[in-house]
């Protein structure tokens, strides 16, 4: 279909597959780089939770990866109103999670400043807001009837699996902090459970914007709109 599109219009369609794919990827290497990435190249211990990361010496590459998921979710525009101020809320929390930090040396439940809280509360809403894409907008009709493509059922399938993952994960989170005995708590920690929560998390998450991005369940005709496009800039 994007094919019978004006240059300009296929520009557009091209560039917001980019920005999707820019979104995926960055939380799929997030947590790469933070845990194995900082234990391998800087001796860094695997921290309890992707935060803490914030007080070691990958605190630029915690806070830069989430002001570029931030600006990402920021520039990108939806079929309506409701989705655009859902990535708008993603930003949002984004931001918050990167510019208030945990308290350091404590566990998300025992912060002691204003700013740790605003960090706790603004990290379940990034995830929920993730969610909400994955389960809602993704796999929305209003979606499938403004951007036609093939392999649909394949690709709902991702984004309400991926949607999925992020609640349980969130769920079990939640449960870790709240319900969990004192002593199981202890005990988790030494395997950094809430950090390896996270990751399952962003993961789920980029499989559903990388799948909206073409890169999973990749589509033949978008390769080629991309080829031609960079021949048409190329002749101007």
């Known amino acids: 279909m994007h094919e019978f599109l004006p240059p300009s219009a296929q520009r557009l369609v091209v560039s917001y597959i980019g920005i999707r794919r820019a979104i995926g990827l960055s939380g799929m290497v997030l947590p790469?780089?933070?845990?194995?990435?900082?234990?391998?190249?800087?001796?860094?211990?695997?921290?309890?939770?992707?935060?803490?990361?914030?007080?070691?010496?990958?605190?630029?590459?915690?806070?830069?990866?989430?002001c570029a998921m931030g600006v990402f979710?920021?520039?990108?525009r939806g079929h309506d109103w409701i989705e655009d101020w859902t990535a708008n809320l993603g930003c949002f929390?984004?931001?918050?999670?990167?510019?208030?930090?945990?308290?350091?040396?404590?566990?998300?439940?025992?912060?002691?400043?204003?700013?740790?809280?605003?960090?706790?509360?603004?990290?379940?809403?990034?995830?929920?807001?993730?969610?909400?894409?994955?389960?809602?907008?993704?796999?929305?009709?209003k979606e499938h009837e403004l951007e036609p493509e093939p392999h649909i059922r394949q690709r709902d399938r991702i984004y309400r699996a991926s949607g999925i993952v992020i609640v349980i994960a969130v769920v079990i989170m939640g449960g870790y902090l709240f319900i969990l005995p004192a002593e199981w708590k202890e005990m988790l920690d030494r395997y950094n459970a809430l950090f390896w929560l996270e990751w399952i998390a962003l993961w789920a998450f980029s499989a559903a914007w990388l799948t909206k991005g073409r890169v999973i369940i990749a589509d033949v005709m978008i390769d080629l709109l991309a080829e031609a496009e960079e021949r048409l800039l190329g002749r101007q």
Do not use: K
């Open 32 to 66: 790469v780089m933070l845990g194995p990435g900082g234990w391998l190249l800087l001796g860094i211990e695997i921290q309890d939770n992707m935060s803490s990361y914030y007080h070691t010496p990958l605190r630029d590459l915690f806070v830069g990866t989430l």
């Open 93 to 141: 929390f984004a931001l918050a999670v990167a510019f208030f930090p945990l308290d350091p040396g404590l566990a998300p439940l025992q912060q002691d400043s204003w700013i740790g809280l605003i960090h706790c509360l603004a990290g379940g809403g990034f995830f929920l807001t993730l969610a909400f894409y994955s389960l809602v907008h993704f796999p929305s009709a």
């Open 73 to 76: 979710l920021f520039c990108y």
